[in-house]
């Protein structure tokens, strides 16, 4: 067995070359995500990538473009608060200005239009924590003007001239409804039903066509999986893309005509698909550019300039720009250029059969040079857990690989991407089917003789932290070692602890986990905490002090338990994060950890250098 020399984790986990690259609405400037002075920063540069300089400090995780063509509008919270601010940068000045400096507030970017170059629409919860009323915000001057009150919304689509005109009421156990409105200062009248259980959980508005006469939505009511709709102005609705077994997960729209021309579909591998036969040609032009999956991420205000993005699995990301006229390309840059000078692993998708006849795919990562048979393996949860592991490059991947594992990812039952009905088999199966799922993934890797049994951990943040802790109690047979980032331990507390600003979510968190006022022992009898008692292998807990979404409670009641029982076990509490490590110097420290501990009980490599690194 020969591996590949060790990458630095530094090159997985800190602050990446370049990324997220997005032009300005006249193509004059390009702004990106970079590191610069160890943090990750936005920079603007001129069109083609030179002349870049950083324009802000650590701790962007989002931004846009005005149509001004002079404000990067961005958002920042304080130390993983999920307060977020909206901010507004003057490329010009560079001057940056908080736009929302209030305390204990969240604000959200609901929308910008060329049709109002110096407005945004903002979405802020100041009078009901739960409720983000839709604002007007004048950028020169900061004004904010009420443009509709929120009466129980949980989404917003504004027209052109950025009024509110469509909302998706709270999704209860009766569904939920799309509502419209013909003006600024008309009533709301229900346009359609959006669907119950899962079909209301899956409803999501797309945006209207730039005459406002269609409204598009995402949603599943009337069919298997999520797709794409037109509704008019009376509720009728026209499908106008459906896949029969991967859901629709992003629409592409004309910017002029707001009306969908591409649709991306997860399936196994990312697949962009046309819908007008313009974008059709250009979109095969683009699809020879790669061996990877190819997708368009941002076009300048002609529309005759598109960015590109190509992923691949074993290589960093790159990112072109594509000439429509010429049908010409151009690299712009890589996410991190020093990966390419690496051994890289290969993603292999694979599904089987779960023991009550369910179809569940995956992912299997082998590391390089190590051969295919009893590796140190970690079973590698997603978060979530409404998401899905997918194809490409992932530095938690090859990661893992690098050091020896193989990593094995499960879209077990509730992940998203696979239709309503794999969606709705993960209701109230925290702990119980669910889990079964990745059991069953793990002894078909065991089967088949690519996993050693005795040397297996189970890792993951959030809902993944939460299969990490409940593999160690559930299952302590099967499993050598767990990490758990963020994980609940005590389903009853989570529930109850829910945040007021995620007030849509709760019908789908008392749907999928369990209402805490009628399924106290159901709750109980799922929450690793309950089954302390039977936790023997040895674990790894870190947690962000300010989560807002899995309070630091729940890291601290089975860290106390662990205590108790004489369980071996490390706890990382970092004081200036929330429910993500966003600080690189933290988010290294973690992996430097997670790696020594990894290492010590299931014998794979190890990089030498301090956690700080």
Known sequence: M???????RRLLFGPPSRLRPAPSRDGSMLAFLAAHDGAQTMWVSDGDGGNARPVTSGGVLDF????DHRHLLYVRDQDGDENFHLHALDVVTGESRDLTPFGRVQARLLGVSPELPDTVLVGLNRDHPGLHDAYHLELRTGT????????GFSQWAADRRLTPRAAVTFATDEGCAIVVRDGPNEPWRRLTTAGDGEDALTVRLVGFSADGADLYVLGSAGTETICLRRLDEKGASQIVYADPTYDVTGVGLHPRTGRPRLVTVQRERLRTEALDPEAAADLERIRRLS????TL??????DLTWLVQANVDDGPCEFLTFDRRTGTALPLFSHQPELADHELARMEPFTFTSRDGLTVHGYLTFPPGAGRERLPTVLAVHGGPYA?????????QQWLANRGYLSVQVNFRGSTGYGKRFLEAGNREWGGR???????????VIDRGHADPDRVGIYGSSY???AALAGAAFTPDLFRCAISMAGPANLRTFVESIPPSWAPMVARLHRSIGDPNVDADLLWERSPLSRAHDIRVPILIAHGANDPRVPRREAEQIVEALRKNGVDHEFLLFDDEGHQFGKPHNRLAFYAAAERFLATHLGGRHEPEPTSA
């Open 434 to 444: 669910m889990q079964d799922d990745l059991v069953d993934a793990l002894r078909w």
């Open 64 to 67: 846009a473009w005005a149509y």
């Open 2 to 8: 020969t591996l590949p020399p060790l990458i630095p």
């Open 297 to 302: 991420i941002g076009h300048d205000e002609a």
């Open 144 to 151: 904010l003007t009420l443009a509709a009150r929120n009466e």
């Open 388 to 396: 899905r592991d997918v194809w490409g490059f992932r530095g938690e």
């Open 464 to 466: 993944g932290g939460y």
């Open 291 to 294: 061996d990877g999956d190819v």
